[in-house]
């Protein structure tokens, strides 16, 4: 389905910047303020009241993740140098030094300033108000692959080689609890209402539990799901249920999609729908706040919008090269994507879509 196909429009182009390279990550501040943006240069950018600031100058050292704390007060950042910077504000407060180490996941708590960050093999929990690290955790079988904090901030769960390791951050030292997966975790997420911890596999599987099994049993029987055509890439929960109640799963795996769904019949488990328009990989996809608006970004320089997560409703394009990722405003009124050579674009609803307007 080429762009030109469609007559929907909710979202039109509202801003257009860029950085010198590959834009590697893109994150909203959760009152939607601001949006922060890292490039394979190096470089750190701050869009604000319809201006781009340069925060950190190109370096030739790639910042690969970027995140912001619960309450907007503290961006982070990581990347190739191991370095890790923390602002407060557009004041730079805190540089952590991790030489050699290449700093390429990171995720603060949903409910403190605490920061998790990965180290080769390992995790550091750091603590912004205090300026000290709370634990190192040693997940052993791998570099770490990815990390995120459950909605109540009271796990951590941390991915790679063989399986997830969760932490119960009220006790460090109690020993974490393990989802097997004989393979390797590329994209672990817990879903918004944190009942369910997906991974998506190097396997082509994924990999979904239920959080009160795994902490409370030693076999915490996940379901599996298979088919796909290739590794799967990026994985994205609903922040709002089905008819069930439960949150819908999305995966991407090379140049399509797969949307879950669990069936009120046990025996069934997830059931799955495959969303095909895009004929490149896909880079990112993620759902639209409080709406099964899904969007998915691919290197075929399209973002597709996926209405109720089941049909195209508009395809947006820009980026020459390709689009790498994208980030959804916490409102849902604002769309931002980062492309390959370096563009950064962010849609904002039409009046249709019940606007947007400047000031």
């Keep these: 389905m080429k762009p030109s196909t469609l007559n929907s429009k909710e979202f039109d182009q509202y801003?257009?910047?860029?950085?010198s390279d590959y834009v590697r990550a893109i994150a909203w501040s959760p009152q939607g303020t601001m949006l922060a943006a890292a490039s394979a240069a190096g470089e750190v950018a701050l869009w604000q009241n319809d201006n781009l600031t340069t925060l950190q100058t190109g370096n030739d050292y790639s910042v690969d993740c970027l995140a912001f704390s619960h309450d907007g007060q503290f961006l982070a950042v990581g990347g190739q140098n191991g370095l890790v910077k923390i602002w407060q504000g557009t004041e730079l407060i805190a540089t952590l030094e991790n030489a050699p180490a290449w700093v390429d996941q990171l995720a603060w708590s949903p409910n403190s300033h605490q920061l998790a960050f990965s180290l080769g093999r390992r995790v550091q929990v750091w603590n912004a108000d205090t300026r000290e690290i709370v634990v190192i955790l040693n997940f052993e079988s791998s570099s770490i692959l990815g990390i995120d904090w459950r909605s109540d901030g009271k796990y951590l769960a941390i991915g790679g080689h063989q399986g997830i390791k969760v932490?119960?951050?009220?006790?460090?030292n109690q020993e974490p609890y393990t989802l097997d997966i004989p393979s390797v975790s590329i994209a672990m997420a817990w879903s918004p209402d944190g009942k369910y911890l997906a991974s998506g596999n190097m396997d082509r599987t994924i990999t979904v539990v239920e959080s009160q099994l795994l902490v409370s049993?030693?076999?915490?029987?996940?379901?599996?799901m298979r088919g796909f055509p290739g590794k799967i890439r990026k994985i994205a929960w609903s922040d709002i249920g089905n008819q069930n109640g439960v949150p819908i799963l999305a995966c991407c795996s090379v140049d399509g999609i797969v949307v879950w769904e669990k069936s009120q019949d046990e025996s069934l488990g997830w059931e799955a729908t495959v969303l095909t328009n895009h004929v490149d990989v896909i880079n990112a996809i993620a759902f639209a706040p409080y709406r099964l608006l899904l969007a998915?970004?691919?290197?075929d320089g399209w973002i597709c919008l996926w209405k109720d997560a089941k049909k195209v409703s508009q395809i947006l394009t820009g980026a020459s090269d390709g689009f790498s990722c994208l980030a959804w405003h916490p409102q849902g009124k604002l769309l931002a994507a980062g492309g390959k050579e370096g563009e950064l674009f962010i849609w904002a609803k039409t009046s249709r879509g019940q606007g947007f307007g400047r000031g």
């Design 15 to 19: 801003f257009s910047g860029s950085l």
């Design 167 to 172: 932490w119960n951050c009220q006790d460090w």
């Design 217 to 224: 049993s030693n076999d915490p029987q996940p379901w599996v």
């Design 296 to 299: 998915s970004a691919g290197a």
